[in-house]
């Protein structure tokens, strides 16, 4: 059984970072795309990045990118996401997504994830 398990989210202030951890098993992840998708109050699921199965390729969405990193630990079977420079139009559930092959496909509907970890950014 698939399982994907976020942490590290939580209150953090304009301006400030966290780092996400998406814990993964299940599967054999190395073999398999992985990203972050992110959902705010009263809104749909945001996909926000994406990064293939050797950690080689990544993908970030306009509103993240220069600001958010994701990465990939096969070791471990984590997936990370550091999130720099927040911004309270960040606030949202985060979401870690397993993919269905290698790399990330746009019409993907990330029904594979995990439970998700709040991330307020409000002063």
């Known amino acids: 059984e698939v399982q994907l398990v976020e942490s590290g989210g939580g209150l953090v202030q304009p301006g400030g970072s966290l780092r996400l951890s998406c814990a993964a098993s299940?599967?054999?992840?190395?073999?398999?795309?992985m990203g972050w998708v992110r959902q705010a109050p009263g809104r749909g699921l945001e996909w926000i990045s994406d990064?293939?199965?050797?950690?080689?390729?990544?993908a970030y969405a306009v509103s993240v990118k220069g600001r958010f990193t994701i990465s990939r630990d096969n070791v471990k079977s984590t997936l990370y996401l550091q999130m720099n420079g927040l911004k309270p139009e960040d606030t949202a559930v985060y979401y870690c997504t397993k993919y269905p092959g290698l790399i990330g496909a746009s019409d993907y509907d990330y029904s594979v994830r995990g439970q998700g970890t709040q991330v307020t950014v409000s002063s």
């Open positions: 990064i293939n199965f050797s950690g080689g390729s990544k």
């Open positions: 299940g599967f054999n992840f190395r073999g398999y795309a």
